[in-house]
């Protein structure tokens, strides 16, 4: 691309990731600091780590990149992907900091004294942060590759490495600071280029995003295809495009209408155009997904295992709200200018690109445009580290406590290894998938196994061990068999098509419904310490003994 800054800029982000993680070093030294950080984080230290390692590839690439695609209707991502904290404040923050322990499988144990139970819970967490850490380090090779013209393999394997690097020799203590000052980066890393768009905007004298004709090339244009796709040429003929076939458009030509894609002005601006009980049962599954799935990721959660006491924790909730709901007002600018300035990324199939090459098409190759892109994508690489620390802790706390059994610094060092090399070898296979899909899909297994599991868990004394784990195994199976026949299985249409690619909407009630009537039948079976237990979740800190 010829942008220098780019690379400067992505080494600069990457170097002081590794700085600030050999700051955090010198303070991890059990495996409590590890783990929880020794319980010592402060609420907003807190919020704005969780803020760094919430916002992933999907938040600060796909979510503009779908709009971009889709219009209004995907908004709900953003709306869930924010709202989910709600539902964390109101029924899990507090009592899961409460309960004492270190990781969801620890949580399982405690409160329903199974072992069963929390080895299902270690598969779930870890099938559950791999394949969330794929997208990340799929994000980061398209960063690279779209922006500097390096291979797809580079930018995965550079975030893989750094993350891992980090996560091993400082656990949770170093990464906390890694993601705080993150997040911020993020923020401006969108923010600012954003103003300058907006003025770019108004100086064009304000192009209208959706014109009667559609998405138009402002100037000359030669596309070349990256993904296999379905053009609808103007005579009314399809025709059939393969990666690297190369299109020519003229300035103010309408961008051909693409199988799949919102080309037409009121479909891409009005919700539910299509008007079907496939595409509102998609929205509503959809948002059950992203608002029920954040109380479920093992990676958020973990985090409130930090904190000192559950008030502390509510705070941080709170302070979250505010930062999350913040950053998502960015993407939606990206998206709509997108189809202004980059509408040839609707026949690529890079949408998830809008926001690397919005601020050079919007700008120009002047020293503006290269700076603002080179800024761009240092917040694209700082949310690919950041989110993949969170989820490698994650997932090497439960590697080391419960697959090696060694819950001690050396065996966290060794599971963080190990968790990091698997995502790593799919994300080097698969990059052509969208980013925000498979986020969503990760979303959808949480909100059909963890969150029924900790929300009857803590709220319904009659829960069983073997509710929950029937409950955990089917609703979970059934969201994580719809999401490997979405991502590796054949094309499907029509209600098939709907219910596996958004499947929240029948798997989370199945789970509810099946713990539910599980542990009925097996209520002889109840923990003999479930009183006990209960008051230690919801008791106060302040008024124990």
Not at 174 to 193: E, G, M
Not at 320 to 347: D, E, M, S
Request: net charge positive.
């Amino acid at each position: 691309m010829g942008n220098g800054y780019v690379a400067s800029a992505i080494v600069a982000v990457t170097l002081i990731t590794v700085g600030i993680g050999f700051y955090g070093l010198r303070l991890a030294r059990t495996t409590s600091d590890f783990l929880v950080a020794s319980r010592a984080v402060s609420p907003t230290w807190n919020a704005a780590a969780i803020g760094g390692e919430y916002l992933s590839a999907a938040s600060f690439l796909g979510v503009a990149g779908l709009i971009l695609k889709h219009g209004v209707d995907v908004l709900w991502y953003p709306v869930g992907f924010a709202a989910g904290y709600l539902a964390l404040l109101l029924f899990v923050a507090a009592p899961l900091r409460r309960s004492g322990a270190f990781t969801l499988p620890d949580f399982c144990e405690l409160r329903l004294g199974s072992r069963r139970l929390r080895t299902l819970a270690t598969a779930f967490v870890i099938f559950i942060g791999w394949l969330y850490l794929v997208p990340q380090l799929q994000g980061a090779g398209l960063t690279m590759a779209t922006l500097t013209g390096s291979p797809y393999p580079l930018g995965a394997l550079l975030v893989a490495a750094v993350v891992t690097a980090n996560v091993a020799l400082g656990g949770m203590r170093a990464i906390t600071f890694v993601q705080a000052f993150q997040y911020w980066l993020k923020l401006t890393a969108l923010a600012i280029p954003a103003i300058f768009l907006v003025l770019q905007w108004q100086a064009d004298a304000r192009p209208a995003v959706t014109p009667p004709e559609g998405p138009t090339f402002r100037t000359a244009t030669t596309v070349v295809v990256e993904h296999p796709a379905t053009l609808a040429l103007p005579d009314g003929q399809l025709r059939q495009v393969r990666p690297g076939d190369e299109l020519t458009f003229a300035a103010g030509q309408p961008v051909p209408d693409v199988a799949g894609v919102a080309t037409d002005p009121a479909d891409w601006l009005l919700p539910g155009t299509e008007a079907d009980d496939q595409g509102l049962f998609t929205t509503y599954s959809l948002i059950l997904a992203t608002f029920l799935g954040t109380m479920g990721l093992p990676h958020v959660l973990a985090r409130f295992y930090t904190n000192p006491d559950g008030a502390a924790a509510r705070r941080t909730t709170l302070v979250v709200l505010a930062l999350v709901g913040a950053f998502y007002l960015l993407p939606t600018v990206y998206g709509a200018l997108g189809r202004i300035y980059t509408p040839h990324l609707l026949l690529t199939g890079e949408t998830d690109a809008v926001v690397l090459l919005l601020p050079g098409a919007a700008l120009g190759t002047g020293t503006t445009g290269r700076l603002l892109a080179a800024l761009v994508a240092a917040g694209a690489f700082a949310a690919f580290l950041s989110t993949s620390s969170g989820l490698l802790t994650s997932v090497a706390g439960v590697i080391s406590t419960d697959v090696l059994g060694r819950g001690s610094v050396r065996g966290f060092r060794l599971a963080t290894v190990l968790a990091g090399s698997v995502p790593t070898v799919f994300a080097l296979n698969v990059s052509g998938l969208e980013v925000s899909q498979v986020v969503g899909l990760a979303f959808a297994v949480a909100a059909s196994s963890f969150c029924p599991l900790l929300v009857l868990g803590i709220w319904w004394r009659g829960l069983t061990a073997r509710g929950a784990a029937v409950g955990v195994l089917v609703g979970g199976g059934a969201a994580a068999g719809a999401v490997l026949v979405t991502v590796l299985g054949p094309p499907l249409a029509g209600w098939p098509a709907a219910l596996l690619a958004q499947p929240a909407a029948w798997t989370v009630p199945l789970a509810f419904t099946v713990m539910v009537a599980v542990s009925t039948a097996t209520r002889r079976s109840v923990p003999t310490d479930v009183g006990a237990t209960m008051l230690r979740l919801h008791t106060p800190e302040a008024l124990r003994p």
